[in-house]
């Protein structure tokens, strides 16, 4: 099992529409149903593993850990190539929900636009042009200046599923501010991450074998794979993360530690669940 931090006994629970039996019946159906989209296998460029088994994998943590309802409008930043909507087109409820993927890669947006949309018009996807050191050097936007392109308050839940490993502090801490400001009082945001704590043995022979040579950045909070391009892996201090979400207005309802650093838990990388207060609206 994952070590969950309760981070505030005040906190009540993230609660979903959705009752568990069901939600484990939705999971399989989507593993197993091969009328679903799937785009080629040399197109997938995020991410290790099975494209439909880790789309249901990340379908239940945001239903049982989130608390994602059928009926929440949906913000998924670096979508990819859909590995998170496909399972959500089966869970949103079309004529209440929306969704809305954004990503640099073109590529991959455009199957999205050509596999997913057709239908459920209800998805909707948008390459945006943000500089990357790793997935669009190029890019004309700088992610230190990022605004979302969406109105205040337009959705209940966003997911950033292994973007801020590949950021900058900076852009996390512009991410968390626009993210913010984009949710609904009582949305939230499912991050997950590297999170570098105190005590992390790097030596521990059961953490991944990729992660063992992050070195932290002089003056900086973070952590970068050596002799690896800066943004192919980037950990950050525990406190740090911390503070780019309450610094953004976020409350910090969970952090479930992952996999990755040699300890057994239900997910590879780091979750942290924020919640925008409600008082703020």
Known sequence: MSQVLALSEHQSPLTSD?????????????????????PPEEDVFVGDGDYRVIGAEFLDHFVRMGG????DDVLDIGCGI??????LTQFLNPEKAIYRGLDPVRNGIEWCKRAITPAYPNFRFECAD?????????GEISGRGIRLPFQDGTFDFTAMISVATHLPPDEIEAYCSEVFRVLRP???LFLTAFVMCADDDPSH??????????????GQPCWHLRGENPMAAVGFDDAFLDDALTTAGFDIHTK??????????AHYQDFLIARKPRRNA
């Open 18 to 38: 959705f009752g568990e039996t069901h939600l484990a019946w939705l999971c399989q159906q989507i593993i197993s149903n091969r009328f679903l989209p799937v």
């Open 68 to 71: 994602l309802k059928t009926t």
């Open 82 to 87: 859909g590995r998170i909507a496909v399972p």
């Open 130 to 138: 943000i500089r990357n050191a790793l997935y669009n050097p190029e």
């Open 186 to 188: 009582g949305g939230r």
């Open 205 to 218: 022979p059961d953490r991944d074998a990729r992660l063992k040579a992050f070195a932290k950045a002089d």
């Open 256 to 265: 479930s530690f992952g996999a990755w650093r040699g300890k057994p838990a």
